[in-house]
């Protein structure tokens, strides 16, 4: 229930009290401060001494001011026939002033109207702003500050995304609606209110609705989560109302709402005493806009999040949003597209291969291909090239992976041959065995990320299960760094930190999340949030289970441990050789390093008894 609003003779009597209250306690002690009453005989004094600089002699009092002082002196006139020739002795300008007898209207005028008519106009100023609604106004509050494209204005069809074909096929059908809603009027179907895009950042949400909005060629409102959250309780709730009238009224539409976690999480009542807070009014407000509209009028409702485990269930009932949409990570074919795509828009030599980019990024979001590309022709300008060249789009690669070349770092050379053997033993153990990934380079040169060097695996086939001797085996190869340094130094450093980091976290996901413990078998000891916000993890455990945990994580990877010490130890003479050229190129590309590792000799078998 809204509050009554008060009224504008309310306001009057309120700014009539505060300029009394001004009158009567501010201004005359800022007024006294200035002006002092002083004897006749202390008057008569500074004219004696020549001090007066001027004088003002009215009926009822005499003010005098001094020279090189800001005060006001006032005193009480007496009867003195000599005072015109003392003040012309004194040498101070004087006059003469009439008795000015103001009227009580004019007091009240001056004294209280004219202040009152101020905080009125500046009232009246504020209230036409407040109410003005226009938008994009800063005080236009309730309005939802949604940007509007016309038809054809988001600029965006299928043809600019790349990578997300399922997600593209089941957003055609909402454009045929669009197009030809009498084709399903006359079966009876209906267009689903809403649909919901889930994805990890990066992979083309947002460029999907838009493209959704080109292809049907409707109008377009696009507008952020966080855009409905206001300071001011309701403002929310009136952002929501205003958007969907005016989608409303532009029918056919598609409205977008970005980052929808924002205002749509689950309500439990913890935002505030009530449990109900702006966020959930908010919320409330979106819940009941949905209802009830009609779908037949050709509203859309899309929606973005990366967090889809916080919304409300509410909000993801048929009836809302009907269809939930995964916008996943491209795989290869799907690498290679985007990167198609975005290459277009630079000048590229056509014997480019993007394939063996595509392989080399497994992972990579459609944003961050496309910043590759981009980094691929700052370095070719950089170069003073007007093409970009595959080395370019490699470098760039390693660029969004370690960061830039850190050529201005000295290491000294002991750290640089500590580097080398570490690096090495990464390569070494990865291709001395089966089921792991090619190595592609292998660097000494330190990176802006903090690494000193780093070696790149790359697989040829897009892989999509691992195997427990695969996982196994990549742990073996992550230790190998810290294996190699113990062999050949007799000691360790800090360089395999995030080897170490690295190695625990798949150990322990082999044994609680992928079911690869002999000692648990297929048991789910954690519970995995924030899938496409890095897959944080808590365990679902006791503590004696958590302890147990430990344990087998600390021996699964002293035994991977244990292995690459034992690949290190039989192949000591090629661990030397391809650390020595290493240290001289600096650099060594997968052919050269596997080249290498056939000119040395094979490991003599153990002795038979």
């Known amino acids: 229930m809204e509050k009554p609003k008060k009224s504008f003779f309310y306001y009057c009597i309120l700014a009539f009290i505060i300029v009394i209250a001004l009158n009567t306690f501010v201004f005359p002690r800022f007024a006294a401060n200035k002006v002092q009453e002083v004897s006749y005989d202390q008057f008569l004094n500074d004219?004696?001494?020549q001090s007066i600089e001027k004088v003002e002699v009215q009926d009822h009092q005499i003010a005098y001011t001094l020279q090189d002082d800001?005060?006001?002196?006032?005193?009480?006139?007496?009867?003195?026939?000599?005072?015109?020739?003392?003040?012309?002795?004194?040498?101070?300008?004087?006059?003469?002033?009439p008795t000015q007898q103001d009227s009580l209207l004019t007091t009240l005028l001056v004294s209280y109207g004219v202040p009152i008519l101020f905080f009125v106009l500046i009232y009246k100023f504020f209230i036409k702003k407040m109410i003005a609604n226009q938008s994009g106004n800063m005080m236009s509050f309730g309005k939802s500050n949604a940007k509007i494209y016309a038809k054809d204005q988001t600029g965006k069809t299928f043809a600019d995304v790349a990578g997300q074909d399922e997600a593209k096929e089941s957003l055609r059908e909402i454009v045929d609606f669009l197009h030809d809603p009498g084709k399903y009027a006359a079966i009876g179907?209906?267009?689903?209110?809403?649909?919901?895009?889930?994805?990890?950042?990066?992979?083309?949400?947002?460029?999907?609705?838009?493209?959704?909005?080109?292809?049907?060629?409707?109008p377009f409102f696009s507008i952020s989560g966080s855009e409905f959250v206001e300071m001011f309780v309701g403002m929310g709730a009136a952002k929501v109302r205003d958007l969907f009238k005016q989608a409303t009224e532009k029918a056919p539409c598609i409205v977008f709402i970005d980052e929808i976690d924002t205002i749509g999480k689950k309500r439990d009542g913890a935002g505030s005493l009530g449990g109900n807070d702006e966020r959930e009014q908010t919320l409330n407000q979106l819940l009941a806009e949905m209802d009830g509209f009609d779908g037949a009028k050709g509203v859309v409702i899309l929606a973005a999040t990366n967090r889809p485990e916080t919304l409300d269930k509410a909000l993801l009932r048929p009836g809302r949003f009907d269809r939930r949409i995964p916008v996943e990570l491209p795989d290869l074919a799907g690498r290679e597209a985007i990167l198609k795509v975005h290459i277009k828009k630079i000048k590229c030599l056509e014997s480019v291969d993007l394939k063996e980019i595509a392989k080399a990024t497994a992972g990579a979001s459609g944003a961050e291909l496309a910043n590759i590309i981009n980094e691929a022709a700052l370095r070719a300008v950089r170069m003073g090239r007007n093409v970009v060249i595959q080395a370019d789009l490699e470098e760039s690669v390693e660029v969004i992976l370690a960061g830039q070349q850190r050529k201005s770092m000295v290491i000294s050379p002991r750290e640089k041959e500590i580097v080398a053997y570490h690096e090495v033993g990464h390569a070494l153990v990865a291709a001395l065995q089966k089921d792991s990934a090619p190595v592609h380079k292998i660097t000494i040169i330190p990176r802006t990320s903090g690494a000193l060097g780093y070696t790149m695996q790359v697989d040829e086939q897009e892989k999509f299960l691992l195997s427990k001797e695969e996982a196994f085996n990549k742990i073996v190869t992550l230790t190998a760094g810290r294996a190699a340094e113990e062999l050949m130094f007799h000691s360790i450093t800090t360089g395999a930190s995030n080897d170490i980091e690295q190695a625990t976290r798949l150990a322990r996901a082999m044994v609680t999340r992928y079911g690869m413990s002999e000692s648990f078998g297929m048991v789910a000891l954690e519970n995995v949030t924030n899938q496409y916000l890095g897959g944080d993890a808590s365990l679902a455990c006791s503590l004696e289970t958590?302890?147990?945990?430990?344990?087998?994580?600390?021996s699964l990877v002293g035994q991977a441990h244990d292995k690459a010490l034992e690949i290190l130890r039989e192949n000591m003479q090629r661990l030397n050789s391809i650390s020595r050229w290493l240290l001289e190129k600096e650099t060594m590309t997968g052919e050269e390093f596997m080249s290498l590792l056939k000119q040395q000799p094979q490991p003599l078998p153990p002795a038979q008894e």
């Open 47 to 49: 004219m004696s001494s």
């Open 70 to 97: 800001e005060m006001i002196y006032t005193t009480i006139p007496m009867d003195d026939p000599n005072l015109i020739e003392r003040l012309y002795a004194s040498g101070a300008s004087f006059a003469k002033l």
């Open 189 to 218: 179907a209906t267009l689903p209110k809403g649909a919901l895009l889930v994805g990890p950042p990066g992979t083309g949400k947002t460029l999907l609705a838009q493209a959704v909005a080109g292809e049907a060629s409707v």
């Open 546 to 554: 958590a302890t147990r945990i430990d344990q087998e994580v600390i």
